[in-house]
């Protein structure tokens, strides 16, 4: 793929998550919000609309070869978006701070100026969210254990 055809791309992927994060100004308070927040306040369709729209970010670094390690960053975020933005009340006002479009295309950026220093970058994330996960796992395993031998012991005292 051309650079040139890159710079477009990446051209129109910055207007669109301006769009989408921060493209329009708030009167009297210091505070820029995008579509997403707007479109977020239909509940369940909302969120699922800006994450549909926001998927175009993630094709995109695809098409211009990010590493597997940055897809799945730029994916993270639009799922972080997503099931943030879900919670009623609460997630609009977190949609209006996370900005994941804006995120994602900084991560896209990044890896396409210097795709090595990206890419370790990238590692540690995925090593971070693969603990996260783990702990997650362990979490849920001793809530279990927890609940069965509380269930155990509610049905030995009847």
């Known amino acids: 793929m051309s650079s040139g055809n890159a710079a477009v791309r990446l051209r129109h992927l910055r207007r669109f998550a301006h769009w989408m994060d921060d493209g329009i100004k708030l009167p009297w308070i210091p505070l820029r919000v995008g579509l997403d927040p707007i479109i977020g306040l239909v509940p369940g369709l909302g969120d699922a609309a800006g994450a549909i729209l926001a998927a175009w970010i993630l094709v995109e670094a695809g098409r211009l070869r990010a590493s597997r390690a940055t897809l799945v960053r730029i994916f993270s975020n ?32 990044r890896h396409l100026a210097d795709p090595a220093r990206a890419r370790t970058a990238d590692r540690r994330f995925v090593a971070l969210l693969c603990g996260a996960v783990l702990l997650l796992c362990a979490a849920v395993g001793v809530a279990g254990a927890l609940l069965v031998a509380a269930l155990i012991h509610w049905v030995a005292g009847r």
């Open 78 to 109: 639009i799922a972080v978006d997503a099931l943030g933005g879900a919670i009623p009340l609460l997630g609009d006002v977190f949609d209006v701070v996370w900005k994941a479009n804006l995120r994602n295309v900084a991560l896209l950026e």
